[in-house]
């Protein structure tokens, strides 16, 4: 599984409370592999759930997935490792994840259809 990470370019959405620094980051992915037809936006989305992340997922017409992704720098990276396993079904070949300008926007995670 390869993977291409891209450094971040904005760091717009940085929480600061209770003596605590958080960063927020938004990534931009493209899931290639056999990741159409076996649940892999319904995986997606369970986790970013689980995380409490804000994005969207979507298949593309060449068989890849999309998603944007926003949260804390760890909880993302977490959740970035999760997607490289998929759900059983699934075979991820690569995660190309590209860090984009925070939205801060309170969205939940939703899939695209």
Do not use: C
């Amino acid at each position: 599984m390869d993977e291409i990470l891209k450094e971040p370019i904005h760091h717009e959405g940085d929480i600061i409370g209770a003596g605590n620094h958080v960063q927020l980051v938004r990534a931009h992915l493209f899931v290639s592999g056999r990741v159409q037809g076996v649940a892999f936006r319904a995986f997606t989305q369970q986790q970013a759930v689980a995380l409490n992340l804000n994005g969207s997922v979507r298949n593309l017409p060449n068989g890849s997935v999309e998603a944007e992704v926003e949260g804390p720098q760890a909880v993302v990276d977490r959740f970035l490792n999760t997607l490289r396993q998929g759900p059983p079904l699934a075979h991820v070949e690569q995660v190309q994840a590209t860090w984009i300008s925070v939205k801060n926007q309170v969205e939940g995670f939703h899939i695209i259809r």
